[in-house]
């Protein structure tokens, strides 16, 4: 059973364009989300985090929207660039001692020169 | 860079054959985990520990087994690999218990 719902699998925008990657989530007991970034080759690197006490949380170009009454959030990246180009995750956790992720099945981005 | 470093970063293995990865870290954090990742799947978690000999089940255990005799290693073993496990698996460690790192990761072919 997939507890975190990612959309979609894959996004072509062009330079400068705001890609937006959605997920849904279903265990109500999740309290930390994280978007992770994941490049050709290489392991995934956290990128920003939300908790669900706040709707928005920005870093650099990159914003995460969270909505709690829809069990929902996603990832905006403003003016994005080809260096953007990536697989992105999110994931999503409980409260609890040892933390586990349950990711999402991945957006692989292409941004065009 | 989180000082995890993965060994091997590849192998190719045979059906039936034991296979053990591992995971060093260089920090001494207490939370070390092993996922697959798939495509279309994501990362799913296999094991985790949360410290020197205390270990438990993630979401896709079956089949492996797991070790950490010193907090700076975590083992994993395919007891009999199958090509199922042909994957790409990832090792993390948790700062501060929320946030994960992730190693390189190990590519497993079993033919």
């Known amino acids: 059973q997939q507890q975190v719902k990612q959309s979609p699998q894959s996004l072509i925008v062009q330079k400068g364009g705001i890609p937006i990657i959605n997920c849904a989530y279903e265990?109500?007991?999740?309290?930390?989300f994280p978007w992770y970034q994941q490049f050709p080759g290489k392991g995934p690197a956290l990128l920003i985090a939300i908790r669900p006490d706040v709707s928005e949380k920005k870093e650099g170009r990159f914003t995460i929207s969270f909505n709690k009454s829809a069990k929902q959030f996603s990832l905006h990246i403003m003016d994005s660039q080809p260096g953007d180009s990536a697989t992105y995750f999110c994931?999503?956790?409980?409260?609890?001692?040892?933390?586990?992720?349950?990711f999402g099945s991945g957006t692989q981005l292409t941004v065009l020169p | 860079d989180a000082g995890i470093t993965q060994s091997p970063r590849h192998k190719v293995t045979e059906t039936g054959t034991p296979v053990t990865l591992r995971c060093h870290q260089t920090?001494?954090?207490?939370?070390m985990y092993w996922y697959r990742q798939d495509p279309g799947h994501g990362l799913r978690l296999i094991h985790y520990?949360?410290?020197?000999?205390?270990?438990d089940k993630g979401e896709v255990s079956d089949g492996y087994s797991v070790s950490r005799s010193k907090t700076e290693d975590f083992l994993l073993t395919l007891e009999s690999a199958t090509s199922s496990q042909t994957s790409v698996y990832f090792c993390a460690i948790a700062r501060g218990l929320e946030t994960q790192y992730f190693g390189p990761g190990t590519r497993l072919l079993v033919l």
């Open positions: 520990s949360y410290g020197v000999k205390d270990t």
């Open positions: 265990n109500t007991a999740f309290d930390y």
């Open positions: 920090e001494n954090h207490r939370y």
């Open positions: 994931a999503a956790s409980p409260e609890g001692s040892a933390r586990q992720l349950t």
